[in-house]
């Protein structure tokens, strides 16, 4: 099976499902801090664990174990794609093709059906908020669920776009999530 994020992402077609009988996202500032810190120390590998999967054909997962790493990736990805998009309008060297990111871990560019799919009741605010990247209103913020996605996009943004972070250090973060 596949061994890293970037080959569990490798099909164009592949969609990962989180079925509505899951748990919603749960992950707080205290996971999202860590998964930083853990980025932050690694050297050449970084390891995010195992996954489980009911698979439907060739490009269906159901996510089984592991969606609150795996919707925390999706999360990263998306941050880094955006703060890197801003840095190279701004002028600055980014090394990665950010189309290849948002294709392969956010959404199908030709057909522009996202990758990840959350439980039902969270999943439009989802597609809004990281998918899409659109800021969602406040009365839209009805679940806990909801509420950690953004406060996680939220610690991310904060963390990406600090201007200690340079800009090699984002594309070496992202190398090594992508190859966790």
Same mark, same amino acid.
């Given at each position: ?14 969609? =990962?499902?989180?079925?509505?009988? %899951? ?7 205290? %996971? ?12 050449? %590998? ?22 609150? #790493? ?5 999360? =990263? ?30 959404? $199908? ?10 439980? $039902?009741? $969270?999943?439009? =605010? ?20 909801? #509420? ?33």
């Amino acid at each position: 099976m596949e061994s890293t994020i970037n080959k569990l992402f490798d099909s164009k077609n592949r969609k =990962f499902i989180i079925p509505s009988y %899951q748990r919603a996202y749960s992950w707080e500032e205290k %996971q999202i801090s860590q998964f930083i810190e853990d980025i932050k120390s690694s050297k050449n %590998q970084y390891y995010l664990g195992h996954f489980l999967f009911e698979t439907e054909g060739d490009n269906i997962r159901y996510v089984i174990d592991g969606q609150q #790493r795996l919707t925390t990736c999706v999360i =990263f990805f998306s941050v880094v794609k955006n703060e890197l998009k801003k840095r190279h309008s701004n002028g600055e060297v980014v090394e990665l093709n950010l189309d290849d990111i948002e294709d392969y871990y956010l959404k $199908d560019l030709r057909k522009g059906t996202q990758k990840l799919s959350t439980v $039902d009741y $969270d999943n439009n =605010f989802f597609l809004d908020e990281v998918i899409d990247g659109k800021e969602s209103h406040a009365h839209d913020l009805n679940t806990e669920s909801k #509420r950690r996605i953004r406060a996680a996009k939220n610690i991310f943004e904060r963390e990406c776009s600090s201007e200690s972070v340079a800009t090699e250090t984002l594309m070496r973060w992202c190398r090594l999530v992508e190859n966790a």
